[in-house]
């Protein structure tokens, strides 16, 4: 089992920037490749971002966060980051953190993930 516990979601102007924190427990952290997914009521679960478990420069992004998102992990923390800028208003969503292990490919499948945090909520107002 791994927990995972958002943080960092909030209301920001457009333009502005935030950074959510993913704190994880239980199985070796470092082990799972990590993954955002945002969702906004009544729209399918949406793929941000993922870094494989030996993190470097094996991250992959959505098309729509490309060069404003960074996703990035701190195995001594146990933790996973996603640095935001340049938000807009269509970046407003819940934003989940997924764990999945290192045997799982395409991380942009939410399938792929067993382990899901509560969420953290990003409003951004224009």
Same mark, same amino acid.
């Given at each position: 089992?791994?927990?995972?516990?958002?943080?960092?979601? =909030?209301?920001?102007?457009?333009? =502005?920037?935030?950074?959510?924190?993913?704190?994880?427990?239980?199985? $070796?952290?470092?082990?799972?490749?990590? @993954? /955002?997914?945002?969702?906004?009521?009544?729209?399918?679960?949406?793929?941000?971002?993922?870094?494989? /478990?030996? @993190?470097?420069?094996?991250?992959?992004?959505?098309?729509?966060?490309?060069?404003?998102?960074?996703?990035?992990?701190?195995?001594?923390?146990?933790?996973?980051?996603?640095?935001?800028?340049?938000?807009?208003?269509?970046?407003?969503?819940?934003?989940?953190?997924?764990?999945?292990?290192?045997?799982?490919?395409?991380?942009?499948? /939410?399938?792929?993930?067993?382990?899901?945090?509560?969420? $953290?909520?990003?409003?951004?107002?224009?």
């Amino acid at each position: 089992q791994v927990q995972l516990v958002e943080s960092g979601g =909030g209301l920001v102007q457009a333009g =502005g920037s935030l950074r959510l924190s993913c704190a994880a427990s239980g199985r $070796t952290f470092s082990n799972n490749n990590m @993954g /955002w997914f945002r969702r906004v009521p009544g729209k399918e679960r949406e793929f941000v971002a993922a870094i494989r /478990w030996s @993190g470097g420069i094996n991250t992959y992004y959505a098309d729509s966060v490309k060069g404003r998102f960074t996703i990035s992990r701190n195995n001594a923390r146990n933790t996973v980051y996603l640095q935001m800028n340049s938000l807009n208003p269509e970046d407003t969503a819940i934003y989940y953190c997924a764990a999945a292990p290192n045997s799982r490919n395409i991380l942009s499948d /939410w399938v792929a993930y067993p382990y899901w945090g509560q969420g $953290t909520e990003v409003t951004v107002s224009s």
